[in-house]
C-alpha cells in the first residue's frame, strides 16, 4: 500500500502546508504541537525514499508530557526538554474512508450579483408586496353592526307511501314484493383449472466474475504520513438464462341466475312544503296531508341581518330559534367582518 507524506498547519503564525514529518514550523520556527492534526493535500506525492518508509511504518509519534513536543517514535528521550518517555501518550491511528465523508458545504452566495439576480430580487420583493398588500385588504376588520332585521324559513318534508320499481337476485326479493319480469343474467363466474402450459421465460441474475483492488481511503499514521486503504470488492456482471416452467391453465364457467323485476311499497320521499318570512312570528307550513302520506324531517333556518357603519349589509345565521330572537333591531353589537361575511359577532347579552 502506498505511503503519502502529509501536512498540518501552524496554530501560532498560520502557515499552510508544513511537511508532515517536521516538529517545527517553517515559518515562524514553533514547534507542532498536540493540538495539530495532519491532512493529506491533493497532490502529496508516494514516498519511495527507503528512510522516509521506515520512518512511516514506525509507531506513531508521541507527546512529552512536560513541555507538549512531538517526538518520533524511536525518542527514548523529549527532543525538547530531555523527559523520559515513560508513560507518555502516543499520536492516534486514524482511518478517513472515502464514503464517510461529509459533503462539502456549498460556496456561499457572490456579493456582485448581475442584472439576472438583481432583477430576480425585485421581483420577489414585489410579489412579497403584493401578498401583503392582498392580505391586509382582505383581512377581517372590526366594526359596529346594527340589527336591522330578521329572516325566517321552515319546511317539512312529505313521504308517500306507494310502490316503487326494483331488482334483485331470485329468492332476494323483501317482503310483499310484486313480481314484474324476469330474465337470467351471469350470477358470477367460477375460474376452473384444467391443467398445467409449458412456457419459456428469460431470468436475469448477477454472477460474481472476480475481484477488484479499490482504494476506499487513507489512514493517518500519527506520524505526519499517511497510508493508502485498499480492499478487495467482488466484480459482478448480469447474465441471463432461459428457463421453462409450468403455468396454471383455467377456463371460466359462467353460472345464471334469474334476475327479477318487482315492485314493492315503500316510504318514499314526495315533497318539501315550504314557509319564509321576515319578522318575529315564524310558522310551520301546512303539510296537507294526503293518504298514505306521513311527515318526516322538519327544517329551520334563521337568520339575522346587519348593516355596518357604512351601509353595508350582512347576514348571520342564528344557532338556534332563542338566539335568534335575542338580537332585537335596532341594536348594536361589535364584530368582524370580511367580505360579505360576519366572521365573529358578539352574544346577544353582549350587545348595546
Known amino acids: 500500500m502506498a505511503i503519502r507524506e502529509g501536512a498540518w498547519d501552524c496554530p501560532s503564525c498560520g502557515r499552510k502546508g508544513n511537511r508532515g514529518p517536521e516538529k517545527y514550523c517553517g515559518g515562524c520556527g514553533a514547534p507542532r504541537g498536540p493540538e495539530v492534526k495532519f491532512y493529506l493535500p491533493e497532490d502529496a506525492a508516494e514516498v519511495t525514499d527507503p528512510e522516509a518508509l521506515k520512518r512511516a511504518r514506525s509507531t506513531p509519534d508521541w507527546i512529552c508530557e512536560f513541555c507538549g513536543a512531538d517526538n518520533r517514535a524511536e525518542n527514548a528521550f523529549c527532543s525538547g526538554c530531555g523527559a523520559p518517555r515513560d508513560g507518555a501518550k502516543t499520536r492516534q491511528v486514524v482511518e478517513h474512508r472515502f464514503d464517510a465523508q461529509p459533503a462539502a458545504p456549498p460556496p456561499p452566495p457572490s456579493s456582485k450579483g448581475g442584472l439576472g439576480s438583481r432583477v430576480a430580487r425585485f421581483g420577489c420583493l414585489g410579489l412579497i408586496a403584493l401578498v401583503a398588500l392582498?392580505?391586509?385588504?382582505?383581512?377581517?376588520?372590526?366594526?359596529?353592526?346594527t340589527v336591522t332585521g330578521h329572516e325566517w324559513m321552515r319546511?317539512?318534508?312529505?313521504?308517500?307511501?306507494?310502490?316503487?320499481?326494483?331488482?334483485a337476485w331470485e329468492g332476494e326479493l323483501p317482503s310483499g314484493a310484486r313480481s314484474l319480469s324476469s330474465r337470467r343474467e351471469v350470477y358470477r363466474v367460477n375460474r376452473i383449472r384444467t391443467g398445467t402450459e409449458t412456457r419459456t421465460r428469460t431470468v436475469s441474475e448477477q454472477v460474481q466474475t472476480g475481484t477488484e483492488r479499490v482504494k476506499v481511503g487513507v489512514r493517518d499514521l500519527g506520524n505526519g504520513y499517511f497510508e493508502d486503504i485498499y480492499e478487495d470488492r467482488p466484480v459482478y456482471e448480469t447474465r441471463t438464462r432461459e428457463e421453462t416452467y409450468e403455468e396454471p391453465v383455467y377456463r371460466e364457467e359462467p353460472v345464471y341466475r334469474n334476475r327479477i323485476r318487482f315492485e314493492v311499497d315503500r316510504w318514499v320521499r314526495d315533497r318539501e312544503p315550504r314557509a319564509e318570512g321576515r319578522g318575529l312570528a315564524p310558522r310551520w307550513p301546512d303539510p296537507a296531508l294526503g293518504a298514505r302520506e306521513r311527515e318526516s324531517k322538519r327544517t329551520e333556518?334563521?337568520?339575522?341581518?346587519?348593516?355596518?357603519?357604512?351601509?353595508?349589509?350582512?347576514?348571520w345565521e342564528a344557532r338556534s330559534e332563542a338566539e335568534w330572537r335575542s338580537y332585537r333591531e335596532g341594536q348594536s353589537y361589535k364584530g368582524k367582518v370580511q367580505g360579505s361575511k360576519i366572521m365573529e359577532l358578539e352574544s346577544p347579552e353582549q350587545g348595546s
Open 301 to 315: 333556518l334563521y337568520k339575522v341581518t346587519f348593516e355596518d357603519e357604512d351601509g353595508d349589509d350582512y347576514a
Open 155 to 167: 319546511s317539512v318534508e312529505v313521504e308517500a307511501f306507494r310502490p316503487v320499481a326494483e331488482e
Open 134 to 145: 392582498v392580505w391586509f385588504l382582505g383581512r377581517p376588520r372590526e366594526t359596529t353592526l
